[in-house]
């Protein structure tokens, strides 16, 4: 997120408002995957969890993860409108951050689809692409 961020505040400049949308959402992430049911679950696991209890948690885990979704389409949309505006950056890259953010918020709607989970699979392999062409263009570190 951090070298996401220096990208888009260099690319979009001191004056750049949607960097900070992109950080702020984020942040949101992070913080969220950070509580829920998958992390309280496994806290009492050992004190004999009731199993209904363990499924409701696992569920509400489900559903906070899948919220999550929203926000990461919020950080890409953002980041792929300062890619695709400032032109500092390959068209695929800014093309396919919005492509990607309109499918990661419609995923959410469809969260409990097994094809709701290919939004996020492909989120993963987009940081994977924008990371390697960071490496490969040393010139574009903010």
């Known amino acids: 997120m951090g070298a996401l961020w220096r990208e888009l505040r260099a690319a979009e400049g001191d004056s750049g408002w949607i960097s900070v949308i992109a950080i702020g959402s984020g942040l949101v992430v992070a913080s969220a995957y950070n509580v829920g049911g998958w992390s309280l679950a496994l806290f009492r696991i050992n004190e004999g969890l009731d199993?209904?209890?363990?499924?409701?948690?696992?569920?509400?885990?489900?559903?906070?993860?899948?919220?999550?979704?929203?926000?990461?389409?919020?950080m890409l949309l953002a980041a792929g409108i300062v890619f695709r505006d400032t032109g500092t950056y390959p068209k695929?890259?800014?093309?396919?951050?919005?492509?990607?953010?309109?499918?990661?918020?419609?995923?959410?709607?469809?969260w409990t689809s097994q094809i709701a989970f290919l939004p996020n699979v492909l989120f993963w392999v987009w940081m994977i692409a924008f990371g390697i062409y960071l490496l490969r263009h040393p010139d574009k570190k903010g």
């Open 51 to 74: 199993p209904q209890i363990a499924q409701l948690l696992f569920d509400e885990g489900n559903f906070n993860f899948a919220n999550t979704w929203i926000s990461l389409g919020s």
């Open 92 to 110: 695929w890259l800014g093309g396919g951050s919005i492509l990607l953010a309109a499918g990661l918020i419609l995923a959410r709607a469809l």
